[in-house]
């Protein structure tokens, strides 16, 4: 099965590891990521502004090349996910953006949010299946305790990224079962790191990435795990919990379970 691939900035340079693991476990399971020959950076934040186009276009050609090639799209990083998304159905659902974002682009046949977007683990859940990949198991995580963090972008807002429950969710705790290992329920597995705050009150992301940190740790887990280069950097390097939880990116954990090797 073949589908197109938007890796996104962060993983050609501080994400290496979501994407390389992405990649081989895809082809593991008989699926190939064709990454999109000219993509362009998504932006990093979907624009809330009504008027804000030149933003989004870079995602409105990444979904209009997986239209060409007649494939689904499937995103990876977070907060890249979030923005392809929202893109997609503001060019789907909103006719004066998705006019003047047409006119701007002046393609022979006006892009109306046709490519489908999926998130790497909704192509588990989806296409391959999880009862699937818990057979394609060679080295099941048994005995592990650990934490699904979800964080802000995965599933918000809930009608357009439609993955999954956003107050309950369980795609990444039915993936932790598949891989043989025992998910951890905790009360701030969707709640915000800190995102971008960083960048100008570093005081907000320590707080609330210790938060996180602490919680998992009361509920006796011994790792998380996320989809979203951002709140790894947090979690890593401005939580101040005394518990150093170690955080991965899922993508590793299942590469370790299907016994993938560079």
């Known amino acids: 099965m073949n589908f197109s691939y938007y890796p996104g900035c962060t993983l050609k340079n501080k994400a290496q590891d979501l994407d390389r693991w992405a990649r081989l476990s895809a082809e593991a399971l008989g699926i190939h990521l064709e990454e999109l020959e000219t993509w362009q950076c998504c932006g990093g934040a979907y624009s809330m502004g009504k008027d804000e186009i030149a933003s989004k276009l870079a995602s409105v050609r990444a979904l209009q090349a997986a239209k060409e090639k007649g494939q689904d799209l499937v995103t990876l990083c977070s907060a890249c996910h979030n923005v392809l998304k929202q893109a997609n159905d503001a060019m789907a659902n909103d006719p004066d953006f998705s006019l003047r974002a047409n ?26 299946g999880f009862d699937n990949l818990k057979k394609a198991v060679k080295n099941p995580l048994k005995g592990k305790k650990i934490a699904a963090y979800y964080g802000c972008l995965l599933l918000r807002p809930g009608k357009v990224m439609q993955m999954d429950n956003p107050e309950n969710p369980r795609i990444m705790e039915d993936f932790i079962r598949a891989i043989g290992a025992e998910p951890v329920l905790w009360a701030n597995r969707n709640e915000c790191c800190g995102g971008y705050a960083v960048l100008e009150d570093k005081a907000i992301a320590v707080k609330k990435s210790t938060a996180v940190m602490d919680n998992a740790a009361d509920q006796q887990a011994e790792m998380l795990i996320t989809a979203c280069p951002l709140c790894l950097y947090n979690l890593t390097k401005n939580s101040a919990s005394e518990t150093r939880l170690p955080v991965k990116y899922f993508t590793e954990l299942l590469a370790e379970a299907l016994g993938v090797k560079e």
């Open 103 to 128: 006119n701007y682009m002046a393609l022979d046949t006006p892009y109306k949010g046709e490519t489908k977007v999926i998130h790497y683990l909704e192509l588990l859940r989806d296409v391959v």
